[in-house]
């Protein structure tokens, strides 16, 4: 299975923009990037997701590596009810998502 | 609407006991999750059903017992626990087969605590 490497904790200023990296060095060419983050007491929320391209929603952006072997997840402007676990998994075929550690999001006021 | 339901959102019991998560959704998703999540740590999939058919187990011990009665309902039938399966219980639904570009919606869980 793909693997996803991110680091265990990043902290933020409010009103900041935010880069959360995500490491998948073996991707395969049919695997995508999907981002979800989960607040505090609830379950996991889907933020963004792509496959080759930069993809932009309303909550965030995700720049994706030419090679695919790396992504970023782009908060423009953290606020604190941004603060979460944030979780790049990757997915194909008939796979599930799988989640990984994710990244301990703290947004300082 | 773009909720997934889950009742009840607190549940102890003993050992002993049989009790049932219930999980609901009204969006016409064809898939259903269920994820462990023990605290602090990432959720875990145990049961996927695509088209009401279970499609995936991940060795799940046979305590716990999926059903999908239809496409709106999942429940999660729990009997003879024990208090390490104390944990977060997370459903989730997807519009298509797991996979792929398809993304998840998930429960706010039901806590559960074995005693």
């Known amino acids: 299975d793909a693997k996803t490497t991110q680091p265990n904790s990043m902290e933020s200023n409010e009103e900041e923009p935010v880069h959360l990296p995500c490491n998948h060095s073996?991707?395969?060419?049919?695997?995508?990037i999907h981002w979800y983050r989960q607040l505090p007491s609830q379950g996991p929320e889907y933020v963004i997701h792509g496959l080759t391209s930069n993809v932009n929603n309303r909550m965030a952006s995700l720049a994706i590596a030419e090679d695919r072997k790396s992504s970023t997840l782009i908060l423009h402007r953290a606020t604190l009810r941004d603060a979460a676990v944030y979780y790049c998994i990757l997915t194909s075929g008939n796979t599930p998502l799988v989640f990984g550690k994710g990244t301990r999001l703290s947004v300082i006021a | 609407d773009t909720e997934v339901t889950q009742t009840p959102k607190h549940l102890v019991m003993g050992m002993t006991n049989k009790k049932s998560l219930k999980c609901e959704q009204h969006?016409?998703?064809?898939?259903m999750y269920w994820y462990k999540q023990k605290a602090k740590k990432p959720p875990e999939l145990m049961f996927v059903y695509s088209y009401e058919k279970l499609s995936i187990n991940e060795s799940v011990p046979s305590r716990f017992s999926p059903e999908c009665p239809n496409s709106s309902l999942l429940n999660l039938h729990l009997h003879a626990l024990q208090p390490e399966d104390s944990a977060l219980y997370l459903c989730?639904?997807?519009?298509?087969?797991?996979?792929?570009?398809?993304?998840?919606?998930f429960g706010s869980g039901t806590q559960l605590s074995v005693l």
């Open positions: 073996t991707i395969s060419g049919t695997d995508y």
């Open positions: 989730a639904s997807s519009q298509g087969p797991a996979g792929g570009y398809e993304k998840l919606f």
């Open positions: 969006m016409g998703h064809r898939a």
